[in-house]
């Protein structure tokens, strides 16, 4: 099973400000199988990044995917009041898995 | 537009069994998979399995393969999560999922809609 790893653990900043988040799989990991969720509190989770590097549906161009391998990188560009929520990564290889998430809070 | 709907909460005793189920609506059902992720209560979101929808073919999260069964009805389009001999370990909210599809010729399996999410409660 391929375990992802996210750092921070809780990320604290202000509207306005840059996100950086990061997600470290245990074994290289094809880019096509790498997604990021935001999780708001009582709302179903929403992809945000899907192919590692491409936004989904309805998301704005602040939010950004990168990496490759094993290392991958979301990045919030400037952050406004809704951005703050818990962000996971993922995975869907034989076994899909999730990182254990990035609170984001102001 | 797509949107999964799924039945309401469950509360069960240890022991039990509980039927989760997801209506789809706006897209053909047999042309994409659904998975189903949990949360559990201050913790993270985990896979438990996946049906396709063109042939019922199921892949099953390891910890739960011999609990677990999911099922769907291509002629109402509804998918079910069944689990049984609950323990207080499966109190979360279940949600069902519908793949994203085919872009640039790839199929993406990632999450791309979601259900409301059924809180399901092991409680004696």
């Known amino acids: 099973e391929i375990v992802l790893t996210q750092s921070p653990g809780t990320l604290s900043l202000s509207p306005g400000e840059r996100a950086t988040l990061s997600c470290r799989a245990s074994q290289s990991i094809s880019i096509n199988s790498l997604a990021w969720y935001q999780h708001r509190p009582g709302q179903a989770p929403r992809l945000v990044v899907y192919?590692?590097?491409s936004r989904a549906t309805g998301i704005p161009d602040r939010f950004s995917g990168s990496g490759s391998g094993a290392d991958f990188t979301l990045t919030i560009s400037r952050l406004e009041p809704e951005d703050f929520a818990v962000y996971y990564c993922h995975q869907y290889g034989d076994s899909p898995t999730f990182g254990q998430g990035t609170k984001l809070e102001i | 537009q797509v949107q999964l709907v799924q039945s309401g909460g469950e509360v069960k005793q240890p022991g039990a069994s509980v039927r989760v189920s997801c209506e789809t609506f706006g897209y053909t059902f047999i042309s994409y998979g659904i998975n189903w992720v949990r949360q559990a209560p201050g913790q993270g979101l985990e896979w438990i399995g996946w049906i396709a929808g063109y042939d019922g073919v199921t892949r099953l999260a390891h910890k739960l393969q011999t609990r677990l069964t999911l099922t769907r009805d291509t002629s109402t389009g509804v998918a079910y999560m069944d689990l049984r001999s609950l323990t207080t370990d499966d109190t979360a909210v279940y949600y069902c999922?519908?793949?994203?599809?085919?872009?640039?010729?790839?199929?993406?399996?990632?999450?791309?809609?979601w259900g409301q999410g059924t809180l399901v409660t092991v409680s004696s």
């Open positions: 192919r590692a590097a």
């Open positions: 999922t519908r793949e994203l599809g085919t872009v640039g010729g790839i199929w993406q399996y990632d999450y791309a809609y």
